[in-house]
């Protein structure tokens, strides 16, 4: 199965900078049709998860554009412009390239 | 809107059986692919099983293949899933999920397993 490991685990942000979480694959996400299916997603306490992106830098309807993917191949980023209080909860990258879909381990940001 | 609304979740002895739904609304079901997504107490997401739009397909994941069993009604709008030889680690919040990528997520129904 394809690993995905974020980093940092653990995001201390001070309101209104900005903050970036890190999402690695153990093998290529770029599917043979041209498409890379790397999507993120949002938990926040006692919630159920929220789609942010998908297919690496598609944000979905409703979502700041504070919120943005990018990446290629194994190496992929979401990036907060300016954190606001409302952002506290923890993101999971997932990939579904490849069967099974797996998920990264997750990232909790909170604030300062 | 999308809705999603798990329900079937409950309190089961290790090697006992349950029946988890998710009933849909808001888009055209027979379109879609469904996931089911579980997560542990305090743990991550992780990806049980997916269904192709006609219920022809079901992906799973190792640690329940054989166990588990994804299915759906279109006539219904609603999503399945029959779990047996259930086990202390199946304890989790299970999720459907509009598609294979997670478009859209229900409230969860929690499943708790144990003597």
């Excluded at chain 1, 830098?57 to 409302?86: H, W």
């Excluded at chain 1, 990939?95 to 940001?109: A, E, I, L, S």
């Excluded at chain 2, 798990?6 to 739904?21: H, K, Y």
């Excluded at chain 2, 478009?103 to 969860?108: A, I, T």
Aim: glycine share 12%; with cysteine.
């Amino acid at each position: 199965d394809v690993v995905l490991t974020q980093s940092p685990l653990s995001l201390p942000v001070t309101v209104g900078q900005p903050a970036s979480i890190s999402c690695r694959s153990s093998q290529s996400l770029s599917h043979g049709d041209g498409g890379t299916f790397l999507h993120w997603f949002q938990q926040r306490p006692g919630q159920s998860p929220r789609r942010l992106i998908y297919m690496v830098s598609n944000r979905d309807s409703g979502v700041p554009d504070r919120f943005s993917g990018s990446g290629s191949g194994t190496d992929f980023t979401l990036k907060i412009n300016r954190v606001e209080a409302e952002d506290v909860g923890v993101y999971y990258c997932m990939q579904t390239t490849h069967w099974p879909g797996t998920f990264g381990q997750g990232t909790k940001v909170e604030i300062k | 809107e999308v809705l999603l609304v798990d329900s079937g979740g409950g309190l089961v002895q290790p090697g006992g059986s349950l029946r988890l739904s998710c009933a849909s609304s808001g888009f055209t079901f027979s379109d879609f692919w469904m996931t089911w997504v579980r997560q542990a107490p305090g743990k991550g997401l992780e990806w049980v099983a997916s269904i192709n739009p006609d219920g022809s397909v079901q992906f799973y994941v190792d640690s329940v293949r054989g166990r588990f069993t994804i299915s759906r009604d279109n006539g219904e709008k609603s999503l399945f899933l029959q779990m047996h030889s259930l086990t202390i680690e199946d304890t989790a919040d299970y999720f459907c999920a509009k598609g294979e990528w997670g478009d859209n997520w229900g409230q969860g129904t929690p499943v708790t397993v144990s003597s």
